[in-house]
């Protein structure tokens, strides 16, 4: 068959976006004092003029971020929702499929096999990836394997790769439709897919497919989600620091 490639990452690139803290400081504030909002939204005009100057990058007074906390503290949770970022993301289609249940404040586009023939790209555990779970349901840990159950789980799935990937291009080869080959392709395959979202959506997707020590409620997630999941945060904290600053400190309850 064709060569094809086996990965253990996943990535993660921020599109587009238009997030600042500022965009939750006056979505909140046109509730009491809507010229305070009115400068709360073109705080572009700012002291660090330029095209180096990110909002999220201007100084927040303490008041403002005071508010953001308080905000976030008791749940006030629509003026988080007033941004938008866009991230070009790819992981195997197990991911995905998890990934999707997150249907409120989401949007998604996802390549497509019926449309195009798909790229023999397939995800194996890395190193680090624990293999074993104990346990009995609603309780159980996963642990590491031995060096042995890792090499066999490695080459088990690139021979049922390598087999799939094979009808595949057979069925193609003889005239199938790509929409009727694809059905014999595995969920270890990777797709690429653009997710849109705003700062609340995505508070809840990390609260419940990340583990943090600061976090009030647990959570358990498959590590390949969780993987995606940190790549988006660090994004993230990067055009609203104050507003994730604020979700770390208060438990990472999404509000």
Known sequence: MTDFTLRSDVSVELVKHTASDHDVLFAARVSTSTEEAYRDAARGDCEHQGPECQWSRCGLSDRDKGLINYLMRDRHG??????????CISAPIFVFR??????????YNEESGRYKELEPVFYVPGPGRKLVQQGRPGKYEFVEGTVEQGRLTVDTLARAYSDAYGWYQLLLADGIAREVARAVLPVGMFSTMYATCNARSLMHFL????????????????????????????LWAELMPVTHAAFGANGRVAP
């Open 207 to 234: 609260g419940l497919r990340t583990t943090h020590a600061d976090a009030v409620v647990p959570s358990f997630p498959q590590r390949e989600i969780e993987m995606v999941g940190e790549q988006m945060e660090a």
């Open 78 to 87: 629509s003026p988080f929702e007033h941004n938008s970022m866009t991230f």
């Open 98 to 107: 998890e990934f999707m249940r997150h249907r409120v404040g989401w949007s």
